[in-house]
């Protein structure tokens, strides 16, 4: 349960925070949430990571959904250097993912007795 | 609490996110911050536009007058209806920032020669030349004429204002995607951008000079065989105002100086020069044809403008309305107002008129710190412009530019020890006389063409345009169409400033500009019709030296077009402005199918002259021979010319293609047909032969290739401002070339093209290779793309304001103060 209260309050929180905030603010928030609520390392990474890795996703997705993937073909010609707007989505998923798992790691330590 | 992991795992989280927060060098350039880039709330993902954006909107601004509403059509033009005038410049402002921001700061920037704040050191060889050349300068001269005329001034002030207004609306996730890849923010607007950004234009279309390329090959050619190659008078000019027009007469009586053969015409001093100049085929195409010639009885007037083709395009289409004007057309992002277009009386457009008006003077310093110079038996004081680069990632770079008083005109000293730009040989010193910075009001033009309701009217606003000058077309409700060979020319004397001329005394400068009343001009001619394609504007009986660099086929087969078209429609003269029919082709080709040594040929070259000879003349979509013929004749030039030009300087003039087709014609035991290199005498047959069989090698490869068709061949392309090549379009199958009506080359053609017939309720098409939207994640950025490689058009809609509900309108934007 804690888990999954983990994941949607880190996604919840970190998308408020993205509107007023900048980008780096999701690694705040998760630790923030990992130290309110406790869990062994292993799941608070993967928390983290999951509710990134959603958040990031599954935003990229539906705008780019509603772009017809315009831009996302065109970007992922010049990062990428292959046309695959979904590829494009999965790597911003997991930078998001990512640096969530991180610092949600991070808060776990913080609250962590043994 | 775990200490050891605690601290380990925050270290890497900021180790982490500093990293993604920060620009990277990568693989030569820099990658954007991946962090920021990414987040879907910042990043890139904000630029893609919904393709169901709504674009309705309010808005207020306390800088506002009266209230402004925009209609954006189906194709996402505005139609701005204003109760102020100056409202509706502050919307123009907002508007152009809110669709083409990148591109107006990218293209001020380029013109102030600060493009090495952007990209670094590379871009420091530009920013000077830019400087050096006065484009600044020339801007803030021109800023001055302009605050002299409070109309104009209100007009630019309500303009800035609105651009700036877009701006500070701006946060870190709506701003342009460019901005994000390079880590750039944009700075506010001032008067002065607008006024650089019309240099940039001077600069596109009146920089253009081969006075360095033509001194070189001066110095290496014999006077005789210099005549030959670079003759002053083409034999198939159909000049703009028709042979055999009586000019006004001649009051300014340019002189040469004394001893200008030995010191000028027949000096062998070499220079080097092989830098990047504006492009020479920047031309255009425009003509208007009376009423008797077209169907509705009434005038139709038509204009394509041929430049460098890019995205975001050059161009934003719009509409505005405002009490005393209602205007329709294309704009620059960058400059209030319609800048070709039509209204509610009559329609106005341009095509450049493409003389010499940069020439240069060897300036002799007293030593190496420039602090004078030698002009009339007298050392004289120089001025200084100190210009201070600032280049990204480095320390300043602090540029002194002098500037000499050559007559009356301040000039600066361009190339000299410290800058060569590929042009000077570091030794000598030459300063530029540019006619673009002399004082003018540019502005002025647009802002009274758009007013304009009569031939009066139109007449009284473009002799305001002194650079760059322009061949401006008219029509008009009342019947009147007419054609202006516009611009303040300076007198020259024959030959004058075709070389590098001597700056010691006033013997050389510039004596004068051709007085306005002599500017040529076409009122109601007979003919029933005005055209202009760049071609010379007039014939040898013109009393003043206007060059020999002008471009004769498009402008010839314009006029031929026209002479026997009657009960023209608004549909004929769109397939006229796409007719893909090469006039070079026409005349060269015999000279090609006489002259081929046929027995010579194996089979495979043989295949290839069966589909020459077989052409239709057309560059369609398709066609091989009109890829054959392009290799052909580039082939040919360089044989005949390849052995006299081998030991030739780096950069030194080539013959146009229109000398070497009149000569042989004229002449086929022409000179340079002899290969100086062997003992045999060459023959045009010999010539045409054996670069028939170089080419057909080429050909070949092309073929395997699958580029024997001339679209693939030619292979037309829009880049992005950034030359990024996936927000550019590609290998695009668009017809036409270099000489046909439909001139589109491989990065340069038509950029806008229009047809308005002026019937009482006014008939008008139009289309541009771009789309209204710069971001390269709106559908809005390159939709008008097909439609001009196609050669179709919109129908231009000039919208009354009791259409506001018609169902075109799909999105309205309120300001309000």
């Known amino acids: 349960m804690k888990f999954f209260i983990s994941i949607i309050l880190t996604a919840l929180i970190c998308f408020a925070s993205a509107l007023y905030l900048p980008w780096w603010s999701i690694a705040p928030m998760s630790f923030l949430v990992a130290v309110l609520i406790p869990q062994r390392p292993g799941k608070a990474f993967l928390s983290g990571f999951l509710a990134l890795f959603l958040l990031w996703g599954g935003l990229s997705f539906w705008i780019s959904y509603q772009n017809e993937h315009l831009l996302a073909h065109k970007m992922s010609m010049l990062i990428l250097k292959m046309d695959n707007p979904y590829l494009l989505i999965l790597v911003t998923a997991l930078i998001g993912g990512l640096v969530a798992a991180l610092a949600a790691l991070s808060g776990s330590y913080l609250r962590k007795t043994k | ?817």
Not at chain 2, 578 to 593: G, S
Not at chain 2, 753 to 774: D, K, N
Not at chain 2, 786 to 813: H, I
């Open chain 2, 1 to 817: 609490m775990r200490i050891v992991p605690f601290l380990l795992a925050t270290a890497i989280t900021t180790g982490l996110v500093i990293t993604l927060n920060t620009r990277l060098p990568l693989a030569g350039s820099e990658a954007p911050a991946f962090g920021k880039f990414l987040s879907p709330q910042h990043g890139f993902w904000q630029n893609a536009e919904s393709a169901n954006y709504d674009f309705t909107t309010d808005l207020k601004f306390p800088q506002l007058k009266g209230k402004v509403s925009v209609y954006l059509d189906e194709r996402l033009v505005p139609h701005i209806f204003a109760d102020q005038e100056n409202d509706a410049y502050f919307v123009q402002g907002y508007l152009h920032a809110r669709f083409r921001l990148w591109q107006m700061e990218l293209q001020t920037y380029a013109a102030a020669g600060r493009v090495s704040e952007i990209i670094g050191e590379k871009g420091l060889t530009h920013d000077r030349e830019f400087r050096r050349l006065g484009m600044v300068y020339a801007a803030e001269i021109a800023l001055k004429e302009t605050e002299k005329d409070p109309v104009l001034l209100a007009e630019c002030d309500a303009y800035t204002a609105g651009i700036n207004a877009f701006i500070d609306g701006l946060t870190e996730s709506s701003l342009p995607v460019e901005y994000k890849l390079i880590g750039h923010k944009p700075e506010h607007w001032s008067n002065i951008k607008t006024s650089l950004f019309l240099k940039y234009m001077s600069y596109d279309l009146a920089s253009h000079d081969d006075d360095f390329e033509l001194t070189n090959a001066k110095s290496y050619f014999s006077a005789d065989d210099f005549t030959k190659l670079f003759p002053a008078v083409q034999d198939s000019l159909d000049p703009i105002i028709p042979k055999g027009t009586v000019f006004e007469k001649q009051k300014v009586f340019p002189v040469a100086p004394i001893a200008v053969d030995s010191i000028y015409f027949n000096s062998k001093a070499l220079v080097v020069s092989e830098n990047e100049k504006a492009d020479r085929e920047n031309g255009s195409n425009n003509w208007a044809v009376s009423g008797k010639k077209t169907k509705s009885g009434s005038p139709i007037l038509c204009n394509d403008p041929h430049l460098a083709l890019n995205l975001p395009s050059l161009w934003y289409e719009l509409q505005i309305s405002a009490p005393g004007f209602n205007a329709y057309g294309v704009s620059f992002p960058g400059a209030p107002g319609v800048i070709i277009g039509y209204n509610d009386s009559c329609a106005f457009g341009f095509t450049n008129g493409g003389r010499d008006v940069r020439d240069y003077y060897e300036i002799k310093f007293n030593n190496d710190k420039r602090a004078q110079y030698w002009f009339n038996g007298a050392w004289q004081n120089t001025r200084f412009r100190v210009d201070t680069i600032k280049i990204k990632g480095k320390p300043d770079f602090i540029d002194s530019v002098a500037y000499v008083l050559l007559g009356n005109d301040w000039c600066p000293v361009m190339y000299d020890k410290s800058f060569g730009g590929g042009r000077a040989t570091g030794d000598k010193n030459y300063a530029v006389r540019w006619k673009a910075n002399d004082p003018s009001n540019e502005l002025k033009i647009f802002n009274m063409l758009n007013h304009a309701k009569n031939y009066a009217d139109y007449s009284a606003a473009v002799t305001n345009l002194h650079t760059p000058g322009q061949n401006c077309v008219f029509a008009c409700k009342t019947g009147d169409i007419a054609i202006r060979t516009q611009g303040e020319w300076p007198a020259k004397w024959k030959g004058q400033g075709d070389f590098i001329m001597p700056g010691t005394d006033t013997s050389y400068l510039w004596q004068g500009m051709i007085p306005q009343d002599e500017v040529p001009f076409q009122y109601n001619p007979e003919r029933g019709f005005v055209s202009s394609a760049n071609q010379k504007p007039v014939d040898e009986t013109y009393p003043y030296y206007i060059g020999r660099d002008y471009p004769p086929y498009r402008g010839q087969l314009i006029n031929r077009r026209l002479n026997t078209m009657n009960n023209i429609s608004p549909q004929d003269m769109m397939q006229l402005q796409t007719d893909n029919y090469d006039l070079f082709a026409e005349t060269a080709m015999p000279l090609f199918l006489k002259n081929m040594k046929e027995s010579e040929l194996d089979a495979n070259q043989k295949k290839y002259y069966d589909l020459l000879r077989n052409w239709n003349l057309r560059d369609d979509v398709g066609s091989k021979g009109a890829t054959i013929f392009e290799v052909l004749w580039s082939n040919f030039a360089d044989t005949v010319y390849g052995d006299e030009y081998a030991k030739a300087p780096k950069v030194i003039m080539r013959p146009f293609e229109s000398t070497l087709v009149e000569a042989l014609l004229k002449d086929s035991a022409y000179s340079f047909l002899d290969n100086i290199n062997t003992p045999q005498k060459e023959t045009l047959a010999d010539e045409v032969t054996a670069a028939f069989k170089k080419s057909s090698a080429h050909l070949q490869q092309l073929e395997k290739d699958g580029k024997l068709d001339w679209e693939k061949f030619k292979a037309t392309r829009i880049a992005h401002l950034a030359k990024l090549a996936p927000f550019s379009r590609m290998n695009l199958a668009a017809p036409g070339g270099t000489h046909t009506i439909n001139a589109t080359r491989s990065d340069h053609g038509p950029s806008w093209r229009m047809v308005i017939s002026l019937t009482a309720q006014t008939e008008a098409y139009g289309v541009y290779p771009g789309g209204q939207s710069g971001n390269p994640g709106s559908k809005y950025c390159d939709n008008f793309v097909d439609q001009w490689v196609a050669g179709k058009y919109y129908s231009l809609w000039m919208m009354t304001k009791s259409e506001s509900s018609d169902q075109r309108v799909k999105w309205k934007m309120n300001f309000d103060h």
